[in-house]
C-alpha cells in the first residue's frame, strides 16, 4: 500500500477577508429574519381603539410590564429602527461607529490566533489588540458624537416603548408559550466568530492528518 497524504490549499491573504465578510452577512440576515419572525402582528401593536389613558401610575406600570411581555420583539425592532435612523442622519457619526466595529471584528473577534497582526514590522499580541481596542473604543464613545448620538437614539426609543406600553390596554392580551428571544441581532458576531475559527482551524487538522 502506497502511503496518501492530502494536501489542501491555504487561502490566500486577499481571500480571508471576503470570506469573513460573506459569512457575517449571512449571519446578520438570519439573525434579522429570525428577529422579525418573533413580532406579533402590528395591527394588534397600533390598534388606535385598544390605546386610552391609565387610571393610575401602578395600572401604567401594570400594562408596561404585560406589553413588554407580549410585544417585546416589536419593541427592539422599534428601539434599533430609532437607533438606526439617528445613525443614519448622522453620516460622519455611522462611519466612525462603522469603522469600530470593523476593527473590533477583523482586528480580533474574527481573526484566527495562528495568524498575527504585524504593523510596520511589529508583531501584536491578543492582549496588547484589545488593550488597543479598548482605548480606541473609549476615545470614540467619549470624545466623539457618537457616545452621544448612541445615548439620544436608546433614550428616544425606550420613551416610545414606554409611552406605548403606558398607553396600549392590555386586557386583550393572552400570553403564551413563546422561545425566549435571546440576543437576537446581536447573536449574529458570535456565532459567526465560532464559524471563522472553525474554518481557520480546518486546514491546520488536515495537514497534519
Request: glycine share 4%.
Amino acid at each position: 500500500m502506497l502511503p496518501v497524504s492530502v494536501s489542501t490549499l491555504e487561502p490566500n491573504a486577499d481571500s480571508k477577508p471576503l470570506i469573513t465578510a460573506q459569512t457575517l452577512l449571512t449571519r446578520l440576515s438570519t439573525s434579522l429574519r429570525l428577529a422579525l419572525s418573533h413580532c406579533r402582528p402590528w395591527t394588534d401593536f397600533f390598534d388606535r381603539t385598544a390605546f386610552a389613558k391609565p387610571a393610575s401610575f401602578s395600572d401604567s406600570t401594570s400594562r408596561l410590564r404585560k406589553n413588554f411581555s407580549y410585544f417585546r420583539a416589536n419593541y427592539l425592532t422599534i428601539l434599533t429602527a430609532v437607533l438606526a435612523f439617528s445613525l443614519i442622519t448622522h453620516p460622519f457619526s455611522l462611519i466612525i461607529l462603522l469603522s469600530l466595529i470593523a476593527a473590533w471584528l477583523f482586528l480580533y473577534a474574527l481573526r484566527p490566533s495562528e495568524l498575527p497582526l504585524v504593523i510596520w514590522g511589529r508583531t501584536y499580541s491578543d492582549i496588547e489588540k484589545l488593550a488597543i481596542l479598548v482605548v480606541l473604543t473609549v476615545v470614540v464613545i467619549f470624545f466623539t458624537s457618537v457616545g452621544s448620538l448612541l445615548i439620544s437614539g436608546i433614550m428616544m426609543g425606550i420613551a416610545i416603548v414606554c409611552a406605548h406600553g403606558a398607553f396600549r390596554m392590555s386586557e386583550d392580551l393572552f400570553l403564551d408559550e413563546q422561545e425566549p428571544f435571546g440576543l437576537g441581532l446581536f447573536s449574529f458576531v458570535s456565532a459567526a466568530a465560532s464559524s471563522a475559527a472553525a474554518n481557520a482551524a480546518a486546514p491546520v487538522i488536515v495537514s497534519r492528518v
